[in-house]
């Protein structure tokens, strides 16, 4: 399968070619970045063009952009304000966070690049009818965005009550919207299940999130080679062969403060992972 990495493992400090060249130095060819002010600031053109030349003269590819989840460098602690939640009941408010994903998706224009990963609502968010029809109304606008920049996006499976996968199965059925999906693993295994979740997002899943927990915590652990995991690689990995060869696995890691070189242990999963069957 191709391999992929998110720049989630560094999401605290700032991207750096410094980083992009260590990255592609150890055998990463496709990269997810993720969208936090703190580590790409979407606002800063002079970063974004910097990126951009490197990425111009390097064989390394953008994959994906995580799509933004604050406004703000310091994940949402200025204050409510701060949250992006493109399915806000209220107008005003959805419609400042439907303007801050643009500005995210304008980095396209520097840095090509093929997917959003868009979330569905807030952490534990509540369903209601009338966030549906909110999801409806920032897509149908986000999507049309996106499009004329070459960008797809596609919903990611989080841990909320409008973004379990026969959630967002029930959003594109009721707004006929045709957006595709980011699987994660991790949030599946602390929703429904890793399998169940599969196989209702499998004809949609155009892109991954791998990590592991415990099935409660988001702890975004190394699989295989992180304690306290426990999703089932064999079996995971055996669902995740059956995914079309141009979806990558997407490692989308938290930093370990202690953990002495992580992009050779992330080559280490990847191995580890590739290697794993079902005895």
Not at 39 to 64: P, T, V
Not at 78 to 85: D, K, L
Not at 206 to 212: A, G, N, V, Y
């Given at each position: ?23 592609w ?14 580590h ?105 965005f ?9 919903l ?44 209702r997002?499998?004809?949609r ?64 999963v ?10």
């Amino acid at each position: 399968m191709l391999h992929a990495l998110s720049t989630h493992l560094f999401v605290n400090h700032r991207l750096t070619t410094s980083f992009l060249d260590r990255a592609w130095e150890s055998g990463i060819p496709l990269l997810e970045i993720f969208c936090a002010r703190q580590h790409i600031d979407y606002r800063n053109q002079a970063q974004i063009n910097e990126l951009g030349h490197w990425f111009r003269d390097s064989k390394m590819k953008m994959h994906s952009l995580h799509s933004p989840m604050f406004s703000d460098d310091c994940w949402g602690r200025t204050g409510p304000a701060s949250v992006i939640n493109i399915l806000d009941t209220d107008k005003m408010r959805r419609k400042s966070s439907v303007e801050e994903v643009k500005r995210a998706l304008e980095i396209s224009e520097t840095v090509p690049f093929r997917y959003l990963i868009q979330h569905i609502g807030v952490w534990e968010e509540e369903y209601s009818d009338h966030k549906l029809e909110a999801a409806f109304s920032s897509l149908e606008e986000l999507n049309v965005f996106a499009k004329q920049r070459g960008v797809d996006i596609l919903l990611e499976n989080t841990p909320n009550h409008l973004s379990s996968s026969d959630r967002l199965l029930l959003l594109l059925s009721e707004t006929h919207l045709t957006n595709n999906f980011c699987f994660d693993i991790g949030h599946a295994h602390m929703m429904e299940g890793v399998a169940a979740a599969f196989e209702r997002m499998k004809s949609r899943i155009r892109s991954t999130h791998i990590h592991d927990n415990d099935g409660k915590d988001d702890s975004h652990l190394f699989p295989l080679r992180s304690t306290g995991g426990s999703i089932d690689w064999p079996k995971a990995m055996e669902l995740l062969r059956t995914i079309p060869a141009a979806c990558p696995l997407v490692l989308e890691l938290r930093e370990v403060p202690d953990m002495e070189s992580p992009l050779a242990v992330v080559q280490e999963v990847f191995e580890k992972l590739e290697n794993l069957s079902l005895v």
